[in-house]
């Protein structure tokens, strides 16, 4: 029997549908699991990039285990490909050196500075956040925000709204980090750097992960 994969659906929301109703609960974490890993692979695909061999062999030896286990070896498989895929896709936007640590900057507040520069020149939906700031009061800065998305990107999927809605929580996020001048956590820098070049459900869940750990980063500033 073909197994169906998030590409199969419109939205992820209907791939979520899709796997509670028709798959049996017992097996639903797997399925889950194996869906975020064709995401990673079509994702590849779209960037002209192999999919590892030794991650094709390990799939195929997973897939010969039973669950729990199964479904573990599986996830720790997808994290494993996302932090490849961050090296990879970082080293490409950055090119001329192999070394990611040598181009950061001296401090944590001129780290970030250089990424909020990289976003605005290269992510489209943070720009687009950039530019409706600037056209504001600070006083109003978010008071139209969701009126301003409908008005630029009304035409776009939910998803793509909901994805430059979450670029202004990053923006907050990373001035509370440039105003105490604090390091981010680590690969966060390149994670951030390419968020907008994932596409599908894969991009809104590594945009709410990285929201997370610097939410969490900053609750444990606050609280040490």
């Not at 073909?2 to 974490?29: C, M, N, Y």
């Not at 285990?65 to 498989?77: C, I, K, S």
């Not at 969701?146 to 793509?160: I, K, N």
């Not at 907008?196 to 500033?221: D, F, K, N, S, Y």
Request: charged letters at 25%; a negative charge.
């Amino acid at each position: 029997m073909t197994r169906k994969t998030p590409s199969d659906f419109g939205s992820h929301d209907d791939w979520l549908v899709h796997v509670h109703r028709e798959i049996p609960l017992p097996e639903q974490a797997h399925v889950l699991a194996f869906g975020r890993t064709e995401l990673f692979r079509s994702f590849h695909r779209m960037q002209g990039l192999p999919f590892p061999t030794q991650v094709a062999e390990e799939l195929e030896r997973i897939e010969t285990m039973h669950d729990p286990e199964r479904t573990a070896a599986l996830e720790a498989l997808n994290d494993e490909i996302f932090t490849n895929l961050t090296g990879q896709l970082f080293n490409q936007a950055r090119p001329g050196t192999s070394d990611n640590e040598s181009l950061r900057p001296a401090s944590p507040r001129e780290q970030i500075r250089e990424l909020l520069s990289h976003l605005a020149q290269k992510n489209p939906y943070f720009a687009l956040w950039v530019v409706y700031k600037r056209g504001v009061s600070h006083d109003s800065v978010a008071e139209d925000w969701d009126g301003y998305l409908l008005q630029e990107l009304g035409t776009q999927s939910a998803e793509e709204i909901a994805f430059t809605q979450a670029m202004l929580e990053l923006d907050k996020l990373l001035a509370l980090f440039h105003d105490g001048n604090r390091a981010l956590p680590s690969l966060s820098f390149e994670r951030i750097c390419f968020l907008h070049l994932l596409h599908g459900p894969e991009r809104m869940i590594q945009t709410r992960a990285v929201l997370g750990m610097l939410t969490a980063e900053l609750a444990e500033c606050t609280s040490a």
